[in-house]
């Protein structure tokens, strides 16, 4: 996963995407990127999936460890709509 350091407050912000965690909106840095990097990994089991989203998701964000499984099950939620809506399930 090659990310480059953003150039400028603008693009950092182009890179944060909304999504709802346990009813709140909050803003995850890098989603796209990350939904990219996991489709691309081959892995077949939803834990593993969901594994590897939720530890892409923590280098980029802050994700306090009481948090960590409620924040998973939104972007594992999410990355499976975003595959959907791109035809890649």
């Known amino acids: 996963m090659n990310r480059g350091k953003p150039c400028c407050a603008a693009e950092a912000t182009r890179r ?45 964000n802050y994700v306090s460890t009481p948090a960590e499984e409620i924040y998973a099950d939104a972007v594992f939620a999410e990355y499976q709509q975003e595959m ?3 035809g890649n399930n």
Do not use: C, P
């Open 84 to 86: 959907k809506k791109n």
């Open 16 to 60: 944060i995407r909304q999504i709802s965690v346990g009813g709140t909106t909050v803003g995850l840095s890098m989603l796209e990127e990350i939904f990219e990097d996991v489709a691309g990994a081959d892995l077949s089991r939803d834990t593993d999936i969901r594994r590897e989203l939720i530890r892409q998701v923590k280098v980029y």
